[in-house]
């Protein structure tokens, strides 16, 4: 329920609901893996592929949507990006 709340709030920025913003945020995911050749940018896996906003949304929320603002990275990666370390 959170999470609805959370993409009803993200999509108020786009003129979007909740479930658009989900639907045009899995878009942007799957066009940064597609452009990165479906290969993590950091270790060349091509496992469990995830899209990273390279500034985060929340901070930057204009650039939620821009593609030089994303970057493939797999899961380990991924949470290494995001916290700092490895898991």
Same mark, same amino acid.
């Given at each position: 329920?959170?999470?609805?709340?959370?993409?009803?709030?993200?999509?108020?920025l786009?003129?979007?609901?909740g479930?658009?913003?989900? !639907?045009?945020?899995?878009?942007?995911?799957n066009?940064i893996?597609? !452009?990165?050749?479906?290969?993590?940018?950091?270790?060349?896996?091509?496992e469990n592929?995830?899209?990273?906003h390279?500034?985060?949304?929340k901070?930057?929320?204009?650039?939620?949507?821009?593609?030089s603002?994303g970057?493939?990275v797999?899961?380990d990666?991924?949470y290494e990006y995001t916290w700092g !370390?490895?898991?």
């Amino acid at each position: 329920k959170r999470n609805l709340l959370k993409l009803e709030e993200c999509g108020k920025l786009f003129n979007k609901t909740g479930f658009e913003f989900k !639907r045009a945020l899995l878009s942007w995911s799957n066009l940064i893996q597609e !452009r990165d050749n479906h290969t993590c940018q950091d270790c060349g896996s091509k496992e469990n592929l995830e899209a990273h906003h390279i500034l985060p949304k929340k901070d930057h929320p204009k650039l939620t949507f821009e593609l030089s603002n994303g970057l493939t990275v797999c899961k380990d990666c991924h949470y290494e990006y995001t916290w700092g !370390r490895k898991k």
